[in-house]
């Protein structure tokens, strides 16, 4: 303990680059204390240039060797020098000396030199001081937990911004990158491991103990790091333990040259950066002729750029090369050599060489043997020329395919082979045999002649030879999985299709995964693999703060991480000026409508509307009624913001512009209302003929008929047409007077005789004569009076409201329901293609069944006639029609009533085939009376509900009487019933 002595760093004012030691100003004895602790602590001998310094007297000591109480004094004192340091330094001496330094022409301080002035060692001595200080009273605080570090609390600090931080805190910090490379909070340099142990800041001493006299945390030794790691510096930090960095070394180093060695210079120990003189280099190039015109740099010197003449190494080519080609050895011009060889009776087949070319493959001296070398030549030869003699015995020699020659003993080059070989495509699926030349040709590149033709087919067919690689591959794809199980090989003649093993490791996937990380922002960009992919890397390592302040998250942010909701309110103001009535939320997210009840004008300024929310703009519900820009119409839309037509002006324009309503006015012929759009100030066009439908009738006024108007500028007379009188109508003449012969109303007997309601009507007027009066008397109301718009019925339910919406019909009227269906109304309404109007006898009259027939007598001939009884009410003339349709020409149908109709056929013999053909179908015949012929039939529908089952079952009876060349159509079978006219009745 008192070898250590009592020496700590301490923010101060001193000059920097100087540590601390305190000297008590008395001495007295000490306890007795082991041989191995002096008695006092160690003092250091100043430098040379602190002689005249005197030392700052310390605080007194108590009895028994204890310090008195007392502030501590501190005095500056730098390190001893010693022969470890820079081999020039001068040793330390008590004198002040001076070292003789050499005069350097332009002096450039360089980058490392530059970082160590005064101001950067001031800037790493206020960072240990620091951090000296803040230990020293307790008020370090951890970066992370944002907690004090307490002097028994174990720490770890980052070796490159030197924070300090819990070393709890800093394993929990790495664990969040699951044991891979992290980063640190404060400066973010990537640590590979996590810390494990608590040392001290030198990193010498594991746990290092809580000492008074020691720096807490620190093991109270001489520091030794490396003042310049990396660098040629081999000094080491002479201060005690310390946290924060270590002071830069302040010897100087050996004398250097710049790059092109003109310039000598001595800079600070470590600073090992060469500097440039700034001269032109001069250095000799690699030509040996010209030197490097360069600015002094480092590395060797470019190559030189002059250019002489120089020719191949055969001579033949002569060009301009970098200088300095021809002592490298020449080139090569890429031709045949050509010069003679030693025979003189041959040249040199080589490319372009250098050097000498090699002896004649034919000389005496080269050959000794016959031509497949296994026997001696008896007699020498005198010359390249003469003929190298054969032994006769199997030549045996191996060729290119690495098979023996099969010929005998021969002059020149083997081959080619005639053997066959079998040869395996890449998967080892399919098999062929194969030439051996041709095999050798294909591995030398070249096209064998049995493949050169195009409409030959080779034989080593439906195989391909592969060049690249040097085999054949068939067409099989591969659909086995890969390693990930998510893809399969898909590649052609794969050699591991067969091998589950996968030796090759060709189903290695070497796709990207791509899949979705459990962030929800990045994809996996590892390799297709099995089983989940890993956790997003990505991190936010910036505080995340809520728009309004409350609510914070300290990084480290995981990706993808849920972060809180703020309940505080929001603190942006709405530009209503209301108090927000809604939480904090992201700055990305839009705040919600201000939902505020106030009052306000609604959207077409008609009233103010009360209890609102503030965000919306309420509507009266009532019509807009403003003027278009025509001038003519008004708004027909409910109470509206504007304008009333997008992208005009609201008011009528000068000149008037046309809007998007319906021009209404009355047409120049007929005067109905014009359908054409808005068209002002153009008349209205009478061009096409108007298609309003108008009630025509014939001179007699028996006969109506609804039919387009049909007036234009070619018939401005149309709409006033009428129809032609027929038979019906001296009918109904002769009704006329026989109902004035019995003092009775034409019109009310008519009606009573003939209902025009449906029988669904007079059904319910008969079971609640009470509610159809009920809601006549609100259609009539409606009918009459022109400036009611809509009248309510009283709440009722769907069968009565059904009856209500069939009767409404008849009045010209629509009725639509309304309401929940507890009390659901029905609203009745003007319709829009039809005018309204009242029945010529109310349904309420038809309580009571009618008690007055009226048989129209005409003149017929019993054997010609064919009744069809029992109908029912939607059973048409059209439906009787298609059932008639072979005997199209030659009957009349005549309605009685609408339950039974007559045919009246010109002749008996049409009656009875009519009969015949009904005879499959589901009738039942009975004789008509006053017919003399026995079985005669007439049809009974009494089965049948509706016209389309009728007209099935009339289908199925005509089939056979049909002509082939008319086929039925689906859309005769299927046309929607239409009630009969009464002019359609009779026939």
């Given amino acids: ?35 191995s602790a002096p008695t006092q602590p160690p003092t250091v001998d100043p430098g040379p240039k602190q002689d005249a310094r005197k030392q700052q007297p310390g605080p007194p000591e108590g009895p028994k060797g204890r310090r008195a109480a007392g502030p501590r004094r501190w005095n500056w004192q730098r390190p001893q020098r010693t022969s470890q340091h820079a081999p020039d330094a001068a040793p330390p001496a008590t004198t002040t000396t001076t070292t003789a330094t050499p005069v350097v022409e332009k002096p450039r301080p360089s980058r490392r030199s530059r970082a160590r002035s005064p101001l950067a060692r001031q800037t790493v001595t206020n960072r240990a001081d620091d951090l000296i200080s803040k230990i020293e009273s307790n008020a370090l605080e951890c970066m992370i937990c944002y907690e004090r570090i307490n002097h028994r609390q174990a ?70 790091k490396r003042l310049h790691p990396g660098t040629s510096c081999p000094h080491t930090c002479s201060l005690l333990c310390h946290p924060g960095p270590c002071p830069p070394c302040a010897a100087l180093g050996p004398w250097t040259t710049c790059h092109c060695g003109r310039r000598k210079e001595r800079r600070r120990c470590g600073d090992d950066e060469v500097q440039s003189c700034g001269e032109v280099c001069g250095k000799l190039l690699a030509c040996g002729q010209h030197r490097c015109t360069e600015i002094c740099h480092a590395g060797p010197c470019p190559p030189c750029t002059e250019t002489e003449d120089a020719s191949c190494h055969c001579g033949a080519v002569v060009k301009a090369v970098p200088c300095g080609t021809s002592a490298a050895g020449g080139f090569s011009c890429g031709g045949v050599c050509g010069q003679d060889l030693s025979c003189g009776n041959h040249k040199c087949t080589l490319l372009c060489h250098p050097g000498a070319c090699p002896p004649c493959p034919g000389d005496p001296s080269v050959i000794t043997t016959c031509s497949c070398g296994k026997t001696p030549l008896s007699a020498p030869r005198t010359s390249c020329l003469d003929p190298i003699p054969t032994c006769g015995r199997p030549c045996e020699r191996p060729m290119e395919c690495g098979h023996p020659c099969p010929r005998l003993c021969h002059e020149g080059p083997c081959g ?50 592969d060049r690249e690689s040097g085999q054949f591959t068939c067409a099989t794809r591969c659909s ?105 939320h992201p700055p990305d997210v839009p705040c919600p409508p201000c939902v505020v009840l106030v009052s306000k004008m609604c959207a077409g300024g008609h009233s103010i509307v009360h209890n609102v929310p503030c965000h919306t703009q309420p509507t009266c519900g009532r019509v807009c009624g403003k003027t278009l820009s025509c001038g003519v119409h008004h708004c027909k839309r409910v109470c509206h913001a504007p304008p009333c037509i997008p992208g005009a002006d609201d008011g009528p324009a000068d000149p008037p512009v046309p809007c998007n309503q319906t021009c209404r006015h009355p047409r120049p012929h007929c005067g109905h209302p014009c359908p054409e759009p ?144 507890a009390l659901r109304y029905l609203a009745l309404t003007r319709s829009a293609r039809l005018a309204p109007k009242l029945p010529p006898v109310p349904l309420s009259a038809f309580r009571n069944p009618p008690t007055l027939t009226i048989h129209d007598s005409v003149e017929i001939r019993p054997k010609t006639v064919m009744r069809i009884m029992h109908l029912t009410r939607d059973v048409q003339t059209q439906h009787l029609a298609q059932f008639l349709l072979p005997f199209a020409g030659q009957y009349r149908l005549r309605w009685i009533d609408d339950t039974e109709a007559q045919v009246l056929f010109d002749t008996p013999r049409l009656r009875r085939t009519a009969l015949k053909a009904l005879e499959s179908g589901p009738y039942r015949v009975f004789r008509y009376e006053g017919d003399d012929e026995a079985g ?33 159509t689906a859309g005769e079978a299927l046309r929607p019933p239409r009630r009969p006219a009464a002019a359609e009745r009779q026939m």
């Fill in 416 to 465: 080619p082979c005639t053997r066959t070989v079998e040869v395996k495509c890449r998967c080892g699926t399919m098999k062929r045999r194969i030439a051996c030349a041709d095999l050798t040709l294909l591995r030398r590149g070249e096209t064998p002649p049995s493949a050169a033709d195009p409409d030959a087919t080779p034989s080593w067919h439906p195989l391909r030879f």
């Fill in 678 to 821: 808005c068209h002002v100030p153009a008349e209205c066009p009478a061009v096409e003929p108007c298609a309003h439908i108008v009630r025509l009738s014939c001179r007699c006024g028996h006969r109506h008929s609804d039919a387009p108007c049909l007036s234009c500028d070619a018939a401005p007379m149309a709409h006033l047409r009428k129809l032609e009188c027929d038979d019906s109508c001296a009918v109904a003449k002769r009704n006329r007077q026989l109902a004035a012969a019995l003092g009775v109303s034409y019109d009310s007997l008519s009606a009573s005789v003939h209902p025009p309601f449906e029988r669904d009507l007079l059904n319910a007027v008969r079971r609640a004569p009470q509610f159809i009066a009920t809601i006549e008397s609100g259609m009539r109301t409606m009918v009459q009076d022109p400036t009611k718009a809509s009248v309510s019925l009283p709440p009722m339910g769907p069968t009565e409201r059904a009856v209500a919406t069939a009767l409404a019909a008849h009045y010209g009227l629509e009725a639509k329901p309304k309401g929940v269906e």
């Fill in 480 to 584: 086995r999985l890969r390693y990930c199980g998510r893809h399969r090989c898909n590649k052609i003649c794969c050699p591991s299709l067969h091998d589950p093993e996968d030796v090759a490791g060709v189903h290695l996937c070497t796709l990207t995964c791509g899949r979705l990380l459990r962030c929800g922002n990045h994809r996996c960009e590892l390799p297709c693999h099995q089983g989940r992919c890993p956790p997003c890397i990505h991190t936010s390592y910036e505080e995340y703060v809520c728009p309004c302040g409350q609510t914070r998250v300290d990084p480290p942010i995981p990706c993808g991480a849920k972060l809180p909701a703020c309940p505080h309110p929001c603190s942006i103001r709405p530009p209503c000026g209301h108090p927000p009535q809604h939480t904090c």
């Fill in 155 to 224: 720490v770890w600090s980052c070796t490159t911004c030197f924070t300090v931080y819990h070393l709890n805190c800093a394993q929990r910090w790495a664990r969040t990158n699951e044991g891979g490379p992290w980063r640190c909070p404060w400066c973010q340099t990537t640590h590979e491991k996590a810390p494990t142990t608590y040392h001290c800041f030198c990193g010498k001493m594991r746990n290092p103990p809580l000492g008074s006299a020691v720096l807490p945390h620190s093991c109270g030794a001489v520091c030794g």
């Fill in 1 to 35: 303990w008192a070898l250590r002595g009592v020496q700590r760093m301490r923010r101060s004012n001193q000059p920097p680059n100087k540590k601390w030691t305190w000297t008590p100003a008395a001495k007295q004895p000490a306890a007795p204390s082991p041989p």
């Fill in 936 to 968: 005669d039939e007439g049809g009974d529908l009494e089965d049948l509900a509706t016209g389309e089952q009728l007209w099935k079952a009339l289908t199925r009876s005509l089939d056979r009487s049909r002509p082939k060349d008319q086929p039925l």
